[in-house]
């Protein structure tokens, strides 16, 4: 059950566990992603901190995070992006077939803000804070402009 130690922190300095939690959420698309774009002796794990740490202009990039913290340890976090209106077309036949869902999806959302990846470690699940990760997405929305939200399942 949540309690007053439970806090959302901004920090940086997590990428190894954003990157963990990026990967689980996205059911290991990112293990793999990142392994193809990965330079010749370069981890899958290497490239995801960097790009988390480095990249400003991707939607993985550190600012859009919101972390959950609970008695000091990270105990889950989220991401979420605004999709620009209008989208910049891409050719989804030029990329690979495993991208295609995601961005067809942003396609969708344009002009939205889109909760792109939300994940609690296991040890913290079924403790009644996934609700609370999902009231903080709302939030992190109605901050970017969102006037209203919706879930699709």
Request: proline share 6%; charged share 20%.
């Amino acid at each position: 059950m949540p309690d007053k130690s439970d806090k959302w922190v901004e920090k940086p300095h997590l990428f190894a566990a954003l990157n963990d939690m990026s990967d689980a959420a996205s059911r290991r698309m990112c293990t793999w992603y990142w392994s193809t774009i990965a330079a010749p002796g370069q981890s899958w794990l290497e490239v995801g901190r960097e790009r988390i740490r480095n990249l400003p202009d991707g939607t993985s990039y550190h600012s859009n995070w919101h972390v959950a913290e609970r008695h000091g340890q990270t105990v889950g976090a989220l991401f979420g992006f605004s999709i620009p209106e209008p989208f910049d077309r891409v050719d989804l036949t030029q990329m690979e077939p495993q991208l295609r869902p995601m961005i067809e999806l942003e396609m969708i959302a344009q002009g939205s803000w889109l909760l792109q990846a939300i994940s609690l470690f296991q040890e913290h699940r079924g403790k009644g804070l996934g609700p609370i990760l999902i009231d903080k997405a709302c939030g992190a929305a109605r901050t970017a402009g969102a006037s209203a939200h919706r879930i699709a399942g």
